[in-house]
């Protein structure tokens, strides 16, 4: 008796989920070229919504294409505008997008004289503190951190401690060391 009265209410709420998605799909009007998502109707009783906007063609939100543009945009504007030098060969950098970045690109051109340190990493002052949001993180080779408030680090190994993550050269391990791993450099952000 118990498995038949299972079955029985197995079958019902199968029954519900099926003939709600034929309302909704009776009802909901999706037009992705114009933008819009019309509700005519609901059970309750008359129910009108419209959202106008851009509709991506996966499963994203509304929003979340508003947000991924905004952040597309100002990551563009920061890998547009700053630009990292190493004893004067540019490297590709992909910048983060935070408060201690703004502020470099503000600061900008900035020299900055490098010291070996550890056989893993380079590091110098900026002159001025800025903006930390100090984690504690595991490095890796190509990335450039925030150290101290006032010092850059550019790892071409790996470290564990606390900094703020500002960006990273997008190069090989072997390019790095090469360009890191011999001697004090001299960095530029302009």
Not at 73 to 101: F, H
Not at 103 to 116: G, H, N, W
Request: glycine fraction near 10%; avoid cysteine.
């Amino acid at each position: 008796m118990k498995k038949k009265g299972l079955i029985i209410g197995l079958g019902v709420v199968i029954a519900l989920i099926v003939a709600g998605g034929l309302i909704v799909k009776n009802f909901v009007k999706v037009d992705k070229e114009n933008g819009s998502v019309q509700i005519i109707g609901g059970a309750d009783g008359p129910t009108s919504i419209f959202i106008a906007g851009k509709i991506p063609d996966d499963n994203s939100s509304i929003e979340d294409v508003s947000i991924m543009e905004n952040e597309e945009e100002e990551n563009e504007e920061v890998a547009a505008t700053m630009k990292l030098k190493i004893d004067g060969v540019e490297v590709p950098v992909t910048w983060e997008e935070n408060d201690s970045v703004s502020e470099l690109t503000d600061l900008k051109p900035i020299t900055i004289e490098m010291s070996k340190y550890g056989g893993f990493e380079q590091v110098g002052p900026i002159g001025k503190s800025i903006t930390s949001n100090d984690k504690k993180i595991t490095t890796s080779y190509g990335d450039i951190v925030l150290y101290a408030d006032d010092q850059i680090v550019v790892f071409y190994g790996s470290n564990t401690w606390e900094y703020t993550k500002l960006g990273h050269i997008d190069m090989t391990k072997e390019e790095l060391t090469d360009l890191l791993g011999n001697k004090n450099v001299t960095i530029v952000l302009e």
